[in-house]
């Protein structure tokens, strides 16, 4: 469990599911059992997409080596790139849509 001051979300732009980001290492991908988050409906996403760490009470993501990649604000994230996440990114995921919200 975090001990962070601020709670983080990603809303899912096709669902407007919201996802609470609630470990130090949060894993999105489509296999089961073993990521976080996990979307099932969409075959463009790899089994283990992307991470969202947390460091310092800030949070990043780094792309898994995806197949389709993952984008900040349309920018690619390369390799072993960490991107910093800021209140309102876009993030995508090969094509599927999330909002990044920091709720204080």
Sequence with gaps: VLE???KAILIRKKTDEKIVINKQVFK???E???VD????DNPAISRSHANI?????EYYIMDMNSKNHTFVNGRLI???E???LLQGN???LADEVFEFSLEI
């Excluded at 988050?37 to 099932?40: A, F, S, W």
């Excluded at 760490?53 to 009470?57: T, Y």
Aim: hydrophobic share 25%.
């Design 4 to 6: 962070s001051s601020r």
């Design 28 to 30: 999105i991908g489509k």
């Design 32 to 34: 089961k059992g073993f």
């Design 37 to 40: 988050y996990c979307i099932e």
């Design 53 to 57: 760490v947390i460091e310092n009470d």
């Design 78 to 80: 390369r390799g072993a």
């Design 82 to 84: 960490k991107r910093k």
């Design 90 to 92: 876009s993030i995508q």
